[in-house]
């Protein structure tokens, strides 16, 4: 069975849901006070009337009555419908059934894919790994209502392949916009994490032209990898390849490779196969920000795979459901791959200077931590001095400025002194 709707997704519609209900309470609050009169309970306060004792032949010769005076009329009644007094409540009511609706509505479907990529791939994984799914028996973890995940390990060889279903957000409308503003697909991201015990040195990828610079974000495709053209390599108009030369490229590239390729072509984003897999961006700051990662870490080798697909492409649903076949096929074939002698010595060329790069990246990082600290440290000690007075404070400078000149006097530098 497959977990239920995660707190995030919840918390996300019902986000959205409070957004609505306070617009539409605000919304009749103020279309409430609109219909508030305050003449209506106002209290006319007149002069109070002075009291005349009359005679009786005063009364007789009276002034005529005045005219009663004239009640003022009340507010005239609207001759609006209900609909039209209260247009935009409705329409924020009809937006928030709207937006609950779709939210049910669009995790149905995504879960709906989900369970067909999975039937049409767990014979498959059940007959490749010991163990499927996490320890609570779930083969398909549901992460979100657009994201699935089926982990197998147990393999030789193989310490784990995770398929990662990473769906549309149907179940966000303004998600849903954006994805057909930006012609978004459905995805699949397949990893594989080997323990062969002699691998062989190469990265290469193979890759959709829109998708190279994505790619040239790993560390190790960007360092080690370049085009490759070669009239040799028949690969489908839409793929471009990545490979550390020429000649590694074709040797891999090979007859069974393009076969299992072109079972998948149409669905195929990138497809990465690396002995230098870090996980990581090594040669950029902030990289190395921490004395833990100023260590060079052991480089695995994996195989990813990246599928774009069409849900409803019945030719890509096909295609999906031999994504494990094909994720263990390109590991055949790099348990094939016997590089040349010439390709050998250009690889352990190119991963030396990797570490090297590496290397100095940590250099780096230790010299401006050890000057910030330095700096930290001169921070503290000037305000000890100062806490203890201005003779102290003028002792520590003048002590510190003969350090100086001594620093500078071995370097064979002067310091210039203030006048």
């Known amino acids: 069975g497959q ?36 003449d209506e309970f106002a209290v006319a306060s007149e002069p109070a009337a002075e009291v005349n004792v009359e005679t009786p032949a005063a009364k007789d010769a009276s002034v005529p009555a005045s005219e009663p005076q004239a009640v003022p009329e009340t507010r005239a009644k609207t001759n609006q419908t209900f609909v039209e007094q209260f247009m935009a409540e409705i329409a924020l009511l009809v937006a ?28 498959a994984m059940r007959a490749a790994f010991g163990k499927v799914g996490d320890d609570a028996g779930n083969e398909m ?52 994490d080997l323990e062969l015990p002699s691998p062989q040195p190469l990265v290469l ?40 030369n020429v000649e590694a490229g074709e040797s891999f590239v090979s007859k069974a490779f393009l076969t299992q390729i072109e079972k998948m072509k149409d669905v ?18 902030p990289s190395i920000s921490s004395a833990e990662e100023a260590v060079m870490p052991q480089p695995r080798q994996v195989v990813s795979i990246n599928l774009r697909f069409d849900a409803t492409n019945p030719t890509h649903l096909t295609q999906l459901g031999n994504t494990v076949e094909f994720a263990l096929a390109l590991v055949d074939c790099l348990k094939g791959f016997k ?17 090297e790069a590496y290397a100095r990246a940590i250099r780096e990082y230790e010299t ?52």
């Open 3 to 38: 977990r239920c709707l995660t707190s995030l997704s919840r918390t996300t519609m019902a986000v959205w849901v409070k957004i609505l209900a306070f617009a539409l309470v605000a919304l009749s609050t103020c279309r409430a006070d609109e219909g508030f009169d305050d």
């Open 96 to 123: 928030l059934m709207v937006y609950v609706v779709n939210y049910f509505y669009g995790s149905y479907v995504n879960k709906g894919i989900a369970v067909k990529f999975a039937e049409s791939n767990i014979l």
């Open 141 to 192: 973890i549901c992460e979100s209502s657009n994201e699935y995940v089926v982990y197998g390990t147990g393999r030789n060889l193989t310490r784990s392949l995770t398929l990662n279903l990473e769906l549309l957000r149907r179940q966000d409308l303004i998600g849903m916009l954006y994805n057909t503003v930006m012609q978004e697909q459905d995805a699949v991201h397949v990893h594989l």
């Open 205 to 244: 990828t193979l890759c959709r032209a829109d998708a190279v610079r994505r790619m040239n974000e790993n560390a190790d495709c960007r360092f080690f990898t370049s085009r490759v053209d070669s009239p040799r390599i028949k690969l489908p108009g839409t793929l471009t390849l990545l490979a550390e």
């Open 268 to 285: 195929i984003n990138a497809v990465h196969v690396s002995d230098q897999w870090y996980n990581v961006n090594m040669l950029e700051a």
């Open 339 to 355: 590089p040349t002698a010439t390709m050998k010595a250009k690889a352990d060329k190119s991963r030396q200077r990797y570490k």
């Open 368 to 419: 401006i931590a050890k000057r910030q600290e330095s700096q930290d440290r001169k921070v503290l000690q000037r305000k000890k001095a100062a806490a203890k007075g201005d003779g102290a404070l003028a002792k520590w400078e003048d002590k510190e400025q003969k350090r100086q000149r001594r620093k500078q006097a071995k370097s064979g530098t002067k310091m210039m002194v203030r006048s």
